[in-house]
C-alpha cells in the first residue's frame, strides 16, 4: 500500500480509540543462538565485538559483502535489538543480497532482548509514565543521546570493520525499536536514507511521537523512503462492537500523518494473520530489498 497515492478509508476513524497492544519489549526473552555465525555465507565476512560508549556497553553485529566495495561504501541496512535480529538472520537471506551491509546494534547481554536498556535508547520523553504491568522501574528518553551514540562512536567502531555509505544506510526497528526509528525520522530524517519502523509502539508515552510528528523539521532536499509494517492481529478492544484483532490504529493514523510529508516516501503494509512478534522476521525481505535497493 503505497500511502503517498492513496488515502485511509473512514474504517480507521473506528478504531482510533482503541490501546495498544503491549510491546514485545516487555516480554521475557529467552538465551539465544546465531546459527548465521555457525554457517556463514559465502558472499558476507561475519563479525561481532563488544564497544562501549558514554559509559554504556554495546555489542555490534555486522555481516560485511566480500569483494571491493562501492567508491562510497556499501549500502546497509541498521537492525536495532541487534542480538535478536543476528540470532533470526539466515545465510541464504545474505546471499539474496550480496551488495548489501547489515549491521545489528545490540547489547552484551546472552538473550535477544535487553528491556532496560532498549527503554532507556530508544525512546523519547514521555507525556505519560508507561505502564508495564511488572513492577519495572525503567528509564525512558533517552532516544537523542543514544542517536548520537549510534552515529558517533558506534558508527566508527563499524566503520573500521567495513566501508560503509553514510548517505546509504537504512534503519530497521521493531517494536520500541520501531519507536527509535520514527523519532530520529521525526528529529533528524537526514541521518539516514530509509526508516523501516516494524509494529512500531505508536502509542508510547501518551503520545510522545505525535507530539513530536507535530514540529518535526523536514528534509531540505530530496525524500526519504519510509517503510511501516504490522500485523493485523496486534491489537484487541475487547469491547463487543470491535471484538476482533485488528492493526494498531496509532500506527495506522502515523502512517496517514507521515503520508502528507512531501519529503517523505511512505509505504504501509498490513501483515495478514500476523501478531506483534511475529512480524519482527517477517518483515526482513521487504526491509532487506528496500535497502539494496
Not at 519495572?136 to 567502531?157: H, K, N, S
Not at 530509509?194 to 501518551?206: D, E, K, L, Q
Not at 504490522?230 to 502512517?255: I, K, Q, V
Amino acid at each position: 500500500m503505497d500511502l503517498s497515492r492513496r488515502r485511509f478509508t473512514t474504517s480507521l476513524t473506528a478504531l482510533a480509540g482503541l490501546a495498544a497492544t503491549p510491546a514485545l519489549a516487555q516480554r521475557r526473552q529467552p538465551p539465544v543462538s546465531f546459527p548465521l555465525f555457525d554457517t556463514p555465507p559465502s558472499s558476507h565476512a561475519l563479525a561481532q565485538f563488544d564497544v562501549t560508549a558514554d559509559g554504556l556497553g554495546y555489542r555490534l553485529f555486522i555481516a560485511a559483502p566480500r569483494g571491493a566495495p562501492p567508491s562510497g561504501g556499501w549500502p546497509s541496512l541498521w537492525m536495532l535489538d541487534g542480538n535478536a535480529a543476528f540470532s533470526r538472520l539466515s545465510a541464504a537471506q545474505l546471499t539474496a543480497h550480496p551488495r548489501l551491509a547489515v549491521v545489528g546494534i545490540g547489547y552484551p547481554i546472552e538473550e535477544g532482548f535487553d528491556g532496560a536498556a532498549r527503554a532507556r535508547d530508544y525512546t523519547p520523553t514521555p507525556l505519560e509514565t508507561p505502564k508495564h504491568g511488572r513492577g519495572r522501574d525503567w528509564e525512558f528518553g533517552g532516544q537523542a543521546a543514544f542517536r548520537a551514540r549510534l552515529l558517533g562512536p558506534l558508527a566508527a567502531a563499524l566503520a573500521a570493520h567495513a566501508p560503509l555509505d553514510p548517505a546509504r544506510r537504512c534503519l530497521w526497528g521493531h517494536s520500541y525499536g520501531g519507536v527509535f526509528a520514527l523519532a530520529t525520522l521525526l528529529s533528524a530524517p537526514e541521518a539516514f536514507r530509509a526508516y523501516m519502523p516494524i509494529s512500531p509502539s505508536t502509542g508510547f508515552g501518551g503520545g510522545a511521537l505525535q507530539a513530536m510528528a507535530a514540529g518535526a523539521p523536514q528534509l531540505e532536499r530530496g525524500r526519504a523512503e519510509v517503510l511501516m509494517m504490522l500485523g493485523d492481529n496486534e491489537h484487541r478492544s475487547g469491547t463487543p462492537d470491535l471484538p476482533e484483532p485488528r492493526p494498531n490504529p496509532d500506527t495506522m493514523a502515523m502512517a496517514e500523518r507521515l503520508a502528507q510529508r512531501p519529503d517523505l516516501h511512505v509505504q504501509l503494509e498490513v501483515l495478514k494473520g500476523l501478531g506483534h512478534g511475529a512480524t519482527f522476521a517477517a518483515s526482513f525481505p521487504r526491509s532487506f530489498a528496500l535497502a539494496e535497493a
